[in-house]
């Protein structure tokens, strides 16, 4: 389900941070209101990093980048694209063949092997059965890939092309590593692991533990672990310097638990990452009305190692203000079982609208000492968790009154009517 932000075309009443305080107070429970139609606002200026962990980034200009990345040809070759990599494949080989083939047929033009005829005894030529390009290409591949069919042989009649065979084996030794290297390391590398990292499509603002916290989730779709994992959150807006210069990319660090170890994630189940808006918060003088026309994005970091292979792998997303959504919360993911937990993904990207949030910023309920709601205020989550563990419980009733044995039924049939009896001999006494 797609979730977004709300339009309301009507006029906007913002209350002041007192008034707001007032209302909330007076608000019944959350859990009463259920789920909201959200819908989602149109995006307004292209993004920095895509939902998909892409920079939206063109470089221009570079001087000597064929060179430069020549340099780095390894590099090269397992950031291209698989199409471009098979075709450098078979190119290496292919070239490798031919110019080898060329010089062996040199050789033989040079030493006069083409002018004898193959019926020619006493002739001795460099490469037997060689007498055109042809057969000295098939010889080249012959050599290099230690095929050897048995009728094209290098004889000792010229060192050239003894030299030859041994510089070709030796090359062909080191394009074979080198491409299936490349091949091996562009299908292991963990950037595709990073396909099974999910990222939430919205990011929410609610109440959490009294405090205005900004929350989004992260989730592993593997069963194997993500060792060392870590998040980091940057928010992203251009700005001007107290000189007027002008940053378009200025980045600046939210702290998502850091400073207390809670940016170290034990990624097994869903997770929801909190970031505090505090003092310290690029989001702390932020209101709900201005983060309807807010110019930011909010960088979302991904870090750990990849179990089976031990190297580490980065996934990225961001959201934008307009996928921001304030007076939200996630819907539950994680529900009690029997024996085990179970994780229902459906619900992973849903959100249900809180409406006891406040709307005015975390700067504003600090300074005029906001009154939030009661702690003990029945939640939408709880409700969902008791309704799944009473269904449980009901179930396990009813198997167990099914499973009751006939012979227990007739003893209590039985006591019922011994106790009768003893009544009645009683009222007769």
Request: hydrophobic share 40%; glycine share 6%; net charge negative.
């Amino acid at each position: 389900m797609s979730v977004g932000r709300t339009h309301h075309h009507h006029h906007h009443n913002f209350l002041s941070c007192k008034e707001e305080g007032i209302r909330l107070s007076t608000m019944p429970a959350v859990g009463s209101f259920g789920n909201g139609k959200i819908h989602t606002r149109r995006k307004y200026y292209n993004r920095f990093i895509s939902k998909t962990g892409q920079c939206n980034i063109h470089f221009s200009n570079m001087d000597e980048r064929s060179q430069r990345y020549i340099a780095d040809i390894f590099t090269t070759c397992v950031d291209i694209r698989w199409r471009y990599m098979f075709l450098l494949f078979s190119l290496a080989f292919v070239v490798s063949w031919l110019v080898f083939g060329l010089a062996f047929w040199v050789i033989g033009l040079l030493h006069g092997d083409m002018d004898h005829p193959e019926e020619d005894e006493e002739f001795v030529p460099c490469v037997k059965q060689v007498s055109t390009f042809v057969a000295a290409f098939l010889f080249s591949v012959e050599t290099q890939t230690t095929i050897g069919y048995g009728a094209r042989f290098v004889t000792e009649e010229c060192p050239a092309a003894v030299f030859m065979v041994v510089f070709q084996s030796v090359m062909g030794c080191i394009i074979d590593a080198f491409m299936i290297g490349a091949i091996m390391a562009k299908m292991a590398r963990p950037k595709k692991r990073a396909q099974t990292l999910l990222f939430s499509h919205n990011a929410v603002i609610a109440l959490r533990d009294g405090k205005l916290c900004l929350m989004f989730r992260v989730a592993n779709l593997r069963k194997s672990h993500i060792v060392e994992a870590h998040v980091r959150a940057q928010l992203v807006k251009p700005r001007y310097t107290e000189e007027g210069e002008y940053i378009p990319l200025d980045q600046i660090d939210m702290n998502v638990g850091y400073d207390k170890g809670l940016d170290r994630l034990f990624l097994v189940a869903p997770l929801t990452v909190i970031h505090e808006i505090d003092e310290e918060s690029p989001l702390f003088g932020i209101s709900k009305q201005d983060l309807e026309t807010a110019d930011f994005e909010i960088v979302i970091i991904l870090e750990g190692l990849v179990e089976a292979t031990a190297m580490t792998t980065q996934a990225r997303s961001s959201y934008l203000p307009s996928e921001i959504l304030w007076g939200h919360r996630f819907e539950p993911v994680i529900f009690e079982e029997k024996s085990q937990y179970r994780i229902d993904f459906a619900y992973f990207h849903k959100t249900f609208e809180v409406p006891s949030t406040p709307r005015c910023s975390a700067k504003d309920m600090e300074e005029r000492k906001y009154p939030t709601s009661g702690a003990n205020s029945f939640c939408y989550e709880n409700e969902l968790a008791f309704i799944s563990r009473d269904e449980e419980e009901e179930g396990d009733m009813e198997k167990q009154e099914d499973s009751k044995s006939l012979p227990e039924l007739l003893s209590k049939s039985t006591t019922t009517e011994y106790d009768q009896t003893s009544s009645r001999r009683e009222s007769e006494i």
